[in-house]
């Protein structure tokens, strides 16, 4: 696969990972790009910090060595040391990255570390570079997030990415302005859209809007693969799964992909130090919505592909 290099903007694109092997998140082997950003409050998300425009900083607590240079480095207060415990005010953070340098298991070129802030910033081109090597291996890329097209600069992204050949797939809520599609539709080979009737466990339906999205996609594509959140005790609802229904005709899809509960679904509000929304389901819970769901959509004749986690 060769690459060209158009004139780039000067503007950046906030990302917060990279996942250069992915199975399940479109056809094939994906490249996946995830980016920062995202105006939808699902209450059980498992990204929190995907959620503002950028990221909070994070602290994996059980891996921290308690040497206290962090709190040397940081002239902000936002690391201390109490009865054993590290305390982390991130209210006073900056984001300077200084305590992230002191710190023995933790660095800015890698994730994973004790401290660590995900977004990085990149030119539309750096990170067609930074994807390029992966890419000759997979059959496309995946814009993931957060919530890629709320960026400016992902649309030149796609541009480029079509110039040079790349298959292109969009994973969305289905939730944004209609006016963040339509630009978006001529570099996108193929939509993962959402079908969040519902964005917590009450009776506040969406269903209008993903419509109007569904529409207006199936218009300029036949490639939509509508995606299905099996949520406990939310997307297993008669009147949830009815309206599901209403999304899938619009776009008249004969496949859709079942998204299992995240098990890990509380594992970066503990390292973003946000609280969590939704309480923890049970295994029983788990298995009987992802049961349900399947029963539901299997006796309306629809074809299955499913993500794991």
């Not at 079908?195 to 506040?204: A, I």
């Not at 946000?274 to 295994?283: E, N, T, W, Y």
Request: charged share 20%.
């Amino acid at each position: 696969m060769s690459f060209s290099q158009n004139s780039d903007s000067p503007s950046q694109l906030s990302i917060f990972s990279i996942s250069p092997m992915s199975a399940v998140d479109g056809p094939g082997t994906r490249v996946v790009v995830f980016f920062q950003g995202c105006p939808v409050n699902c209450a059980w998300c498992h990204s929190p910090h995907s959620r503002p425009a950028c990221s909070p900083l994070l602290f994996r607590e059980k891996d921290c060595y308690m040497c206290g240079r962090c709190g040397t480095a940081c002239s902000r207060n936002v690391h201390s040391f109490k009865n054993g415990k590290h305390i982390v005010q991130r209210e006073n953070c900056l984001r300077c990255g200084k305590c992230i340098e002191a710190c023995p298991n933790s660095s800015a070129y890698k994730e994973g570390g004790v401290l660590s802030l995900p977004a990085k910033m990149m030119t539309p081109w750096s990170l067609l570079e930074k994807v390029l090597p992966p890419l000759s291996l997979c059959d496309g890329i995946t814009l993931s997030g957060g919530e890629a097209l709320l960026q400016e600069q992902t649309l030149h992204f796609l541009r480029l990415c079509k110039e040079n050949g790349v298959h292109t797939c969009v994973e969305t809520s289905g939730l944004l302005d209609s006016g963040f599609y339509e630009p978006a539709c001529p570099f996108v080979d193929l939509w993962l859209f959402g079908t969040r009737v519902l964005t917590d466990n009450n009776s506040v339906f969406h269903t209008e809007k993903l419509m109007e999205n569904a529409r207006l996609l199936k218009r300029s594509s036949k490639n939509i693969i509508p995606v299905v959140p099996m949520v406990p005790d939310v997307m297993n609802r008669e009147d949830a799964l009815s309206q599901i229904i209403s999304v899938l005709q619009t776009i008249e899809a004969d496949e859709i992909q079942l998204n299992p509960w995240n098990r890990s679904y509380d594992l970066y509000y503990a390292f973003s130090g946000i609280k969590c929304a939704f309480s923890r389901p049970s295994d029983e819970k788990i298995a009987i919505c992802e049961k349900e769901i399947r029963d539901f959509f299997k006796k309306k004749g629809y074809k299955f592909t499913e993500r794991g986690f």
